[in-house]
């Protein structure tokens, strides 16, 4: 488990909630997106702003995260390959359970052997950016389009055919090419 560095944007202290059930605070802050937020044909600009709106209650099994992330979406249409973007705003849940500790209060090291763990408080902080990532991901689209009347490219050429929806080429078979040739060549010598 790596320190987290509780000058970065996207964590945020609980000291105050620490192991006090019932009790709530709200964080509202904006963060520079971290890198790779995305799927392959849309993401978020690495550096641009995420406006975060979070709400941080204690439970007994450790602080539950609510909140919504407002941030800005860079895509290319899946069909046409033109840049589209748009703002798009995020809603993420995230229940971050407390250390185990002993009688004393010493922090246990202890295996967590379920498929799925819960994140851990690490020394009264929490990390949004992988649960940001997990909801941003979750929730783009895999081909985006920049409209649903998208005409996308030219199987042949790659025109957009958008541009000219009736666009045509001369069909030929490619199993005829040879005829073709020869068809040139007689034109050339009468």
Not at 17 to 44: D, E, H, K, N, W
Request: aromatic share 4%; charged share 30%; hydrophobic share 35%.
């Amino acid at each position: 488990m790596t320190d987290l560095d509780p000058t970065d944007p996207l964590v945020i202290d609980v000291r105050t909630l620490q192991r006090r059930p019932g009790f709530m605070i709200t964080v509202t802050r904006s963060a520079p997106a971290p890198t790779g937020l995305g799927v392959a044909m849309a993401r978020v600009p690495e550096g641009s702003p995420i406006e975060l709106d979070v709400r941080l209650e204690s439970v007994l099994e450790g602080v539950l995260v609510t909140g919504t992330a407002d941030l800005e979406i860079n895509a290319e249409c899946s069909r046409c390959l033109e840049p589209v973007g748009w703002h798009e705003e995020v809603d993420f849940t995230e229940l971050f359970r407390y250390p185990s500790t002993d009688a004393r209060g010493a922090v246990l090291e202890e295996a967590d052997e379920s498929e799925d763990p819960l994140p851990e408080l690490q020394n009264d902080l929490i990390d949004l950016e992988p649960v940001l990532r997990d909801a941003v991901v979750i929730d783009l689209p895999l081909a985006p389009l920049c409209s649903e009347e998208c005409l996308g490219l030219c199987p042949e050429c790659g025109f957009r055919l958008e541009e000219d929806p009736q666009h045509e080429h001369e069909k030929s078979d490619p199993r005829w090419a040879a005829l073709a040739d020869l068809l040139e060549s007689d034109d050339h010598q009468a």
